[in-house]
Every structure is written in structure tokens, then in C-alpha cells.
């Protein structure tokens, strides 16, 4: 067994200013002398993902949309644009411009419901990254405040839904899971909230759907795919997460008892105490075994009930190999995140997670410890 350290892990938020832009027409060239601003919304939960190498959308940057299809068209061959939804270009035609080369999505909505685009995919990893940027106005404002949210579909199955935010243009970069490989990828853009009193322009750029750069062994290692139909029920299963049958649950933030995880919306809650088996599981495959790789998971301490110690213990163990075993410190408020490197001996098999009270009386002692943020990766 390697030596274990702990290190701990915020999220964070990287903003980059973008360069003025220089536009060309036939007659003269004019520099834009203000600056826009671009932000970068990373994920609440996880790691942020890095945008993937590897896209599967086709021209989900626009640039290769043919000029004579701008304005006007509902296809380019490749896009399927529905009503109010246009192809879009900086220049002296367009009120709106982009950040990102020269082309975009420009959708207007006065009242008309909910705007539409699509595109078929093909080979869709069942864990992807999203990735799009956009920004939104009232013509000639940028929007300040949520008034509009973006559903993204594939495959009929709802991949991500969020309230943008502005003004200027963001970048959304999420992991999400394919409903199934092929099937098309739906944006829907929904401003109804929004009381017509103004025409609202959202503008869509970067529009990017791949497979992880570093896929870890461990799938939905932030339980963010559990289904509803799985949380706060006792021995759940979801994917290959299987827990154990008593006092082990998923749950999410609406839970009453306030808990809560940097790492996303859902995680993992356990009840453990004396004389029990509080397992938390899952079946890997694809393990690499010719090197050594880092084991990652963050769990808090967040309620304990009992006499004055720490009798309580975490182990985390790969096909019966004890990885790692650490006594729960009282004094530890919060997420505290723990880096484990080990070198696995078995391509697959079953990783666990145990918490157990050792050594004292059945019921002498309990503790409600979360659990999230589980990860193999290579190591760092
Ligand atoms: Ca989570």
C-alpha cells in the first residue's frame, strides 16, 4: 500500500478577457475598440472537465456553415434549425457578433414558446463532456439576470438544463450521460418566463459534445446520473453503484436534513454504527494495472451520535485488497478530500467503500458520513 495524503479541492471560476476583434468589409477596415468579455462557467460538482479533444458535433463552431445559408435558411445539411433560429455572422448585417471566429446561432423570441435546433449524432460515449457558449440579449442590451434556460436532449433523454446568465458570453462545460450512442442532440431555448415586452436574443457558439479526456475507470463517480427513482431508498442500485441494504442511500440537496456536496447535486449518505455492513460498491472494468493510479474520494463527517472518541472507520478496498483505512477525526468540519496511489492487481472487480464502528457495543455508536466525488485517474 502507497502513503496516503489528503489534500483538499474548491471550485473555482477562471474568467479570460478576449482581444479586441478586428472586422473586415470591402470598403474599410474597422477595429471594435470594446472589449468583450467572455466567462467560463465551470461545474459545481466533479472535476471541471476539460473541454474534449474529440468532438462529435459537427460545426459546432458554425464556421463552415456556407455564407449563402446565413440569415435565412433552416438547414445547412448538418444543423436543423427550427422557427426564429437563424445562422449568423459578425459583420455589418448582424446587430449581434461572436467571440468565437466568425459565425454563430443567433434565436429571437417575442412570445413565440420554446426555440429548437438539432443536429444527428452518431457514437455518442455514454459519459460525455458538453461544452457551448452563448450570450444573450434585449436588442440592444446584453441581459442582465436569468430570464431564459437551455435544455439540451439526446436521444429524447434531457442531457443538461440550466438558467443562463450574463451578460456577455459564457461557456458552459459540463460531463453529461447519452441517453444512447445515436439519436439527435436537441437545444431547446426557453425564454417564456420572460414576459414579451422584449424580444430576446440568445446567441449560441462552441457547441461541443465528446468523450472525457481522461475517462476514469469509475463511472458516475459523483452520482450526478442517479435517477430520481433511486434517492433516499435504503440499498439502491444505480448503473454499477450498487449500496448496501441498510442505511445507505443516495441522496440530494433537497434532502431535509440539510446536507449538502460541493461535488454536485447528489451523493452518497451513510448511517454507520457498530455491528453493521455500510458498503458502497461498484464493478470496474478496465482497470490499469501496469502502473500505478490514484484513487480520489471526498467524504464529511456530518453528524455523529455517541460517546466521547472516534471509533468509526473508513476502508476502501479494491477486489478484497485493502487500499486504504482511516479513523474519522471529530474535529474534521466539512468535505475533506482524500488521494490514494496504488498500483491495481486486477483489470476488474469490485471497489468498496466500508465504513464500520469497531469494537464497541451494537448501537454505542453512529455516524452520518457523505460520500462523493469518487475517482480513478492516472496519477498526477
Ligand atoms: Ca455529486
Redesign the pocket.
Known sequence: MSEATTTSESTTTSETTTTPETTTTSSETTTTTSQTTSTTTTFT??QTPEPSANPIVIRGDFEKVPDSKLYSEQTDGIWTLGPEVYFYANGPYSAFSTVYGDKFLCTSSFGQGILEFSQALTNVPTESILTLSYAYYYLPYPAQGSFCSILVFHAGYLLDIFDLEGPGWMTRNVKVRAGSANGNLVFQIDCTSQAPRFTTYVLLDQIYIGPLPNPSPVFDG???FVPQSSLYSEGASSDNWALSAYYVSFYDESNVEGFS?P?????VRITGGSGGEFLVSQNLISVDTTQPTTLQWSYNLAQQFGSIGTPCTFSVSYVGTEIDRYRLQLDEAGWQTRVVTFTPAFSSGTLQFYLGCYGEAPNAWTMIVLL??IYIGPVQ
Open positions: 460538482g466533479f459523483s452520482f450526478e456536496s461535488y454536485g447535486d447528489k451523493f462523493d466525488n
